[in-house]
């Protein structure tokens, strides 16, 4: 039995971790900013191909309802992301939060195994504790998700490393 290892290209195994370092730097540094900064993107893309299926629906007559409908939806969620770009954030934060809250109400009330109450109780109120933090207090969500980025592509680029001098001493 033979393990194929894949080996990393020389021309661009180091793009994407380095972008992902940028964007996770980017995320611990300024989320908020990040963020809008996204949605903007997100609502620019979204109006362009709306726009292109009002075209289409120009275009191909037979085809018009369904390209029409789609252009129209794709355009309203496009300006909502530009226009709603720090309501879009609020909303993120509340849904993980929420989450977390659910998690942490579900744990406390099935909190009845006497052996380990008092550390299912320490951590039933912690996860309500974070899911009320996340909710209330803006941008650790991202800030999290940013250190996981930061933590993943470094590993990538050890990774990267420790190959390439492997690969020079065979």
């Not at 949605?39 to 309802?65: D, H, M, R, V």
């Not at 550390?119 to 933090?133: K, M, P």
């Amino acid at each position: 039995m033979k393990i194929k290892v894949v080996n990393f290209s020389r021309n661009n195994s180091l793009v994407t971790p380095i972008l992902f370092l940028l964007l996770g730097i980017l995320l611990l540094i300024n989320p908020g900013w990040l963020i809008e900064f996204m949605t903007y993107i997100l609502g620019g893309i979204l109006i362009t191909i709306g726009i292109l299926n009002l075209i289409k629906c120009l275009k191909f007559q037979a085809l018009s309802n369904y390209y029409l409908i789609i252009g129209i939806l794709l355009i309203i969620v496009g300006v909502i992301c530009i226009f709603g770009s720090s309501f879009i954030e609020i909303l993120i934060r509340f849904i993980i939060g929420s989450a977390i809250l659910f998690n942490g109400f579900s744990r406390l009330l099935n909190v009845s195994n006497k052996k380990y109450f008092i550390i299912n109780l320490i951590a039933s109120i912690l996860l309500i504790a974070c899911g009320l933090y996340t909710i209330f207090v803006a941008n650790l969500v991202f800030m999290t998700i940013g250190i996981f980025i930061i933590f993943f592509s470094i590993l990538k680029i050890i990774d990267y490393i420790r190959y390439s001098k492997n690969r020079d001493i065979i």
